[in-house]
């Protein structure tokens, strides 16, 4: 019994021997193999780490060429807003700038005409006394020179030309008194308009904007056929800018440019409403306002 159970024993021992090396063999085997798939996993990371950082590389390529190309764009826009601001301004400036030689070339013709109407008047004075002398009899008691002659106005060629030209030497006051004093004497003259509103450009000059308006109406209302409506009109636009009341001013511009469409004071009142930011649209021309608002 006791030599049957050591035999048994023995071969339970032989039995590990055997198993034992070939469970360690198997367990090797799969630590080799899963070595190997750690190593294949780790390439194929390495590749696909590889792969990502060279695609990231082109993306930033990418990234930054488009980013060049946005700059680029931006400064070519800038440089061609500046271009175009600058040529608006120039335009604006030569505007401004015609308008003024328009200016002087309407004082320059005024004045032309009042020396030559003075000139018509010393040919008349010329041939009156060459007849006086002629004839001493036809010579009335009162004529100037006499006992009975009383002060008499300036001609009219005279009296503006001396207007205009204390206007143009910035000499307000006293233009003012010859150019009122030509509208009581002469108000029906070819010029009593200019007069009328060289009075308007005065107080305009001075800032006092509701009365420039209220000459300015003058002009158009008493003298609307005289060669300074289409100024007086513009003047009378910029006086309402100018005083705070900027809808009735582009309403007076928007008439002035329905009027006189061609005019150069059209041109200015559509560069002055461009700066204004609105649309020079066809308007009505506005109603005057009351002198007892002013």
């Known amino acids: 019994m006791n030599k049957n159970r050591s035999i048994a024993l023995l071969?339970?021992?032989?039995?590990?021997?055997?198993?034992?090396?070939?469970?360690?063999?198997?367990?090797?085997?799969?630590?080799?193999?899963?070595?190997?798939?750690?190593?294949?996993?780790?390439d194929?990371?390495?590749?696909?780490?590889?792969?990502?950082?060279?695609?990231?590389?082109?993306?930033?390529?990418m990234m930054t060429q488009q980013t060049d190309n946005v700059?680029?764009?931006?400064?070519?826009?800038?440089?061609?807003?500046?271009?175009?601001?600058?040529?608006?301004?120039?335009?604006?400036?030569?505007?401004?700038?015609?308008?003024?030689?328009?200016?002087?070339?309407?004082?320059?013709?005024?004045?032309?005409?009042?020396?030559m109407a003075k000139l018509s008047k010393q040919l008349d004075d010329m041939q009156a006394a060459q007849q006086n002398i002629s004839n001493p009899q036809s010579s009335p008691s009162g004529s100037p020179g006499g006992a009975g002659s009383t002060p008499q106005a300036?001609?009219?060629?005279?009296?503006?030309?001396?207007?205009?030209?204390?206007?143009?030497?910035?000499?307000?006051?006293?233009?003012?008194?010859?150019?009122?004093?030509?509208?009581?004497?002469?108000?029906?003259?070819?010029?009593?308009?200019?007069?009328?509103?060289?009075?308007?450009?005065?107080?305009?000059?001075?800032?006092?904007?509701?009365?420039?308006?209220?000459?300015?109406?003058?002009?158009?209302?008493?003298?609307?056929?005289g060669n300074k409506a289409a100024a007086a009109q513009l003047k009378k636009g910029y006086a309402l800018l100018d005083a705070g009341q900027k809808d009735a001013g582009v309403q007076e511009l928007r008439s002035l440019i329905s009027r006189f469409p061609k005019s150069p004071e059209a041109a200015q009142a559509r560069d002055r409403l461009t700066r204004l930011g609105v649309a020079a649209g066809a308007a009505s021309r506005p109603a005057r306002p009351s002198p007892s608002h002013h």
């Open 71 to 115: 700059n680029k764009m931006n400064t070519a826009v800038q440089n061609l807003q500046k271009v175009l601001g600058q040529q608006t301004t120039d335009a604006s400036s030569k505007v401004d700038q015609i308008s003024g030689q328009v200016q002087a070339l309407h004082d320059a013709v005024d004045e032309l005409k009042a020396r």
């Open 154 to 225: 300036p001609p009219p060629d005279v009296l503006y030309n001396d207007g205009l030209r204390d206007f143009n030497a910035g000499k307000s006051d006293l233009a003012s008194q010859e150019f009122t004093q030509f509208l009581q004497v002469y108000g029906n003259h070819e010029l009593a308009g200019n007069a009328q509103f060289y009075l308007g450009e005065i107080l305009y000059r001075q800032g006092n904007f509701q009365q420039a308006i209220l000459a300015y109406n003058k002009v158009l209302d008493q003298y609307p056929g």
């Open 11 to 42: 071969v339970l021992l032989l039995a590990a021997c055997f198993v034992r090396p070939a469970v360690a063999a198997d367990t090797k085997s799969q630590l080799v193999q899963i070595q190997t798939q750690l190593q294949i996993m780790q």
């Open 44 to 61: 194929n990371m390495t590749q696909m780490k590889q792969s990502f950082d060279e695609r990231m590389g082109v993306m930033k390529d």
